[in-house]
């Protein structure tokens, strides 16, 4: 089997805990990226998608700079604000009203998974847009 590109989703269930932030959790997305390149190959393209957690905005902003730094570190490696896209398409709030995402500030509607994907799909197809914070061509 040969694979082409590895998105991996992290962030909502750690934005939402109470764990610090910190070189605990960087080593763990560390062992995470390790984890895959040894299933993948080392040269496989790899995509971090951070969180919808906007019960604390802050917080999740703190998990994906955290994700970002991660994906800075490791070649071939990429990181895409799921909340970057929100916010930068109206807020929670919009999103909600549009039936987008769920009362709960965490999860999304199915529609507004869609939207996730396609925004993502945009990425991937242009670089430097749509809420990239890095870039995996380097």
Same mark, same amino acid.
């Given at each position: 089997v040969r694979t082409d590109l590895v998105v991996v989703a992290f962030g909502t269930n750690e934005a939402s805990s109470r764990r610090a932030l910190g070189a605990t959790y960087a080593h763990e997305v560390d062992e995470a990226i390790a984890t895959i390149r040894a299933h993948a190959g080392t040269t496989v393209p790899v995509v971090l998608l951070g969180g919808t957690y906007f019960k604390d905005?802050?917080?999740?902003?703190?998990v994906d700079e955290a994700l970002? &730094?991660?994906? $800075?570190?490791?070649r071939d490696?990429?990181?895409? &604000?799921?909340? $970057?896209?929100?916010t930068e398409s109206g807020g929670w709030g919009t999103w909600r009203a549009a039936g987008w995402a769920q009362s709960d500030q965490v999860h999304l509607a199915?529609?507004?998974y869609a939207r996730l994907a396609e925004g993502l799909t945009e990425a991937l197809m242009a670089p430097g847009t749509s809420g990239w914070v890095s870039d995996a061509r380097r």
């Open positions: 905005l802050r917080r999740q902003r703190a970002e &730094s991660a994906a $800075n570190s490791h490696t990429a990181f895409w &604000s799921m909340s $970057n896209l929100i199915r529609r507004g």
